[in-house]
């Protein structure tokens, strides 16, 4: 795979977009990839796999910013991270409540390999349906 310079810049600056999107900072992540895709079409394996990890690593620093929070109780809205487990960082990619989902999961000391496989589940398959649009 050949990765033209344009290419190369493109590639990282989604993939800070995607970290940044994904962090408590606001950011669209969406729009980056599109713009890639829209760019550099021939990119588009790299570009999904860069937008996924680089937006999978900003939830896992929610996760450990959760962490930090002291042990008290849950507010209610997040006891879905405490029913369901990591299986409800699949959901860590919905605006407004997947930050609150990454920071809940890392407040619960829910397993981290497990936590960030599960955001990269969810988060993948949404940056593949976006990319699904360009075709």
Not at 115 to 123: E, R
Request: hydrophobic share 55%; net charge positive; glycine share 12%.
């Amino acid at each position: 795979m050949d990765f033209m310079p344009g290419a190369v810049a493109s590639l990282a600056g989604l993939t800070l977009a995607s970290f940044l999107s994904a962090t408590v900072l606001p950011g669209g992540s969406e729009a980056a990839l599109l713009a890639v895709l829209a760019t550099h079409p021939e990119q588009r394996d790299a570009a999904l796999l860069l937008a996924t990890a680089g937006n999978t690593a900003g939830g896992m620093v929610s996760y450990a910013m959760g962490r930090f929070i002291p042990r008290k109780e849950l507010p209610g809205r997040l006891a879905l991270v405490q029913t369901h487990g990591t299986t409800a960082l699949l959901l860590s990619w919905v605006p407004l409540i997947g930050d609150a989902l990454c920071i809940a999961a890392g407040w619960l000391r829910l397993p981290p390999l497990r936590s960030a496989v599960m955001m990269a589940i969810g988060k993948g398959a949404r940056y593949l349906a976006i990319a699904g649009l360009m075709a």
